[in-house]
């Protein structure tokens, strides 16, 4: 089993920069990926990037790629998504995800977090 838990979620302005964090713990393979993915309301959960549980290896959704960025904290039990020039379509619940690498897609994950508000205001 594994344990996801998300935090760091808040409101913030267009513009602004926010961290959020993935505690992870419990048996990960070698082989797998943690992933954010975000869903906003009434849209489907979407992937946001990955990077891979051993390594550095990392993916991003095309929309945030320059703006967004993934990385391991202590020891690889943590990992945090940095957000950078927040955009009012970014407002979604984000989701920390576990699977084998890429974890790119909805039906490739096998553990998932409960979520953490974020939302940026105009």
């Known amino acids: 089993q594994v344990q996801l838990v998300e935090s760091g979620g808040r409101l913030v302005q267009a513009g602004d920069s926010l961290s959020v964090s993935c505690a992870a713990s419990?048996?990960?393979?070698?082989?797998?990926?943690i992933s954010w993915f975000r869903q906003a309301p009434g849209k489907e959960r979407e992937f946001v990037g990955a990077i891979a549980y051993k390594g550095s290896r990392t993916v991003y959704r095309e929309s945030v790629k320059g703006r967004f960025t993934i990385s391991k904290k202590n020891a690889d039990s943590t990992v945090e998504l940095q957000m950078n020039a927040l955009k009012p379509e970014d407002t979604a619940v984000y989701y920390c995800?576990?699977?084998?690498?890429?974890?790119?897609?909805?039906?490739?994950?096998?553990?998932w977090g409960k979520g953490t508000q974020v939302t940026v205001s105009a």
């Open positions: 995800a576990v699977g084998t690498y890429p974890n790119t897609e909805y039906r490739e994950v096998r553990y």
């Open positions: 419990g048996r990960i393979l070698s082989s797998a990926a």
